[in-house]
């Protein structure tokens, strides 16, 4: 027996075969934009639940540096991780919406190394802290 279950992303219909006369669960990946989720079906073999797991990349761009990055298999339930950019090392958190979309980049912390200020030397300053 085969049920339709509508993708909450996508809005495409997956064919999901199930079993006959039976209540279950089954997780399926979206034949159209790849999202896994459970889909919980009942004895008379209705969709009752699509539950959301895992989003098979996220693509995003560091904020400073503009380098590229890619998030592979996220579970959609974190909504965020925090991850340090390969290409200024800043430190960035990244979240997005249970579909893998709506994905927002912030800054936590700005990389060290940036070459602007190579001119500058911290332990040169003249700050005298006693009277
Ligand atoms: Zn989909
Ligand atoms: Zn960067």
Redesign the pocket.
């Given at each position: 027996m085969s049920v339709e279950v509508e993708?909450p992303?996508?809005n495409?219909t997956n064919i999901v075969e199930i079993e006959d006369y039976q209540d279950g669960s089954t997780v399926i990946e979206?034949e159209?934009?790849g999202?896994s989720m459970e889909v919980t079906y009942s004895i008379s073999a209705e969709v009752d639940d699509v539950t959301l797991i895992e989003i098979p990349s996220i693509d995003f761009y560091c904020p400073i540096c503009g380098y590229s990055m890619t998030l592979d298999s996220v579970e959609t339930k974190n909504g965020s991780e925090e991850v340090s950019c390969d290409g200024c090392d800043a430190l960035l958190e990244v979240s997005w919406d249970e579909c893998g979309q709506d994905v927002n980049v912030e800054v936590l912390e700005e990389g060290e190394d940036e070459e602007e200020n190579d001119e500058e030397d911290e332990d040169d300053y003249d700050d005298e802290d006693y009277l």
């Open positions: 993708c992303c996508c495409s979206c159209n934009c999202i």
